[in-house]
């Protein structure tokens, strides 16, 4: 009779374990980054103010946009789009300020930005401006006003 070396069990094991882990790895990863990124267009509006356009389809966030109020964006400034997918040191330069926080841990996360003075924090849950919690509504503007000029800085909502 014949005995099962032990070197069959542990290429078996290891094996096993290969595949286990490549299952895992795939599907945590998948959920992980299925809902996909914040993205924000930092560009003006028709006034010259300067303004960000935030999306996430996939939570039926579309058009929401941020004016800063008497706040131009200056010459040879152009539109750009940023994808917040990938974790960075923080803070970094950002068109129109800098990211001070960015977590990607699930996707879309948590992405905090501090732009004209103002804190802008990117939730699924909700929008935070200056610390005052805004619904998500898709296609309305909010305009925040210089903070030198009307303390604590206000935020009017748009339809």
Known sequence: MKSDGPLKHFVLAFLLAVICYAFFYHNIEHRRTRKGPWSVTFTNDANGNASIVINQPRLAITNV??????????????????????????????????????????????????????????????????????????????T?????????????HHP
Not at 110 to 117: A, K, M, Q, R
Not at 135 to 140: A, H, N
């Open 144 to 156: 925040l006003h210089s903070v030198s000029t009307n303390p604590p800085a206000a935020a009017t």
């Open 65 to 142: 946009q941020v004016t800063f109020n008497d706040q131009p964006t200056g010459p040879g400034f152009s539109a750009a789009t940023l994808l917040f997918s990938q974790p960075r040191p923080v803070p970094y330069p950002v068109p129109l300020g800098k990211c001070v926080f960015i977590d990607t841990t699930f996707l879309p996360g948590t992405v905090t930005l501090e732009l004209f003075n103002h804190e802008i924090e990117l939730l699924p849950r909700v929008l935070v401006v200056d610390h005052q919690e805004h619904p998500w509504l898709s296609d309305t503007t909010i």
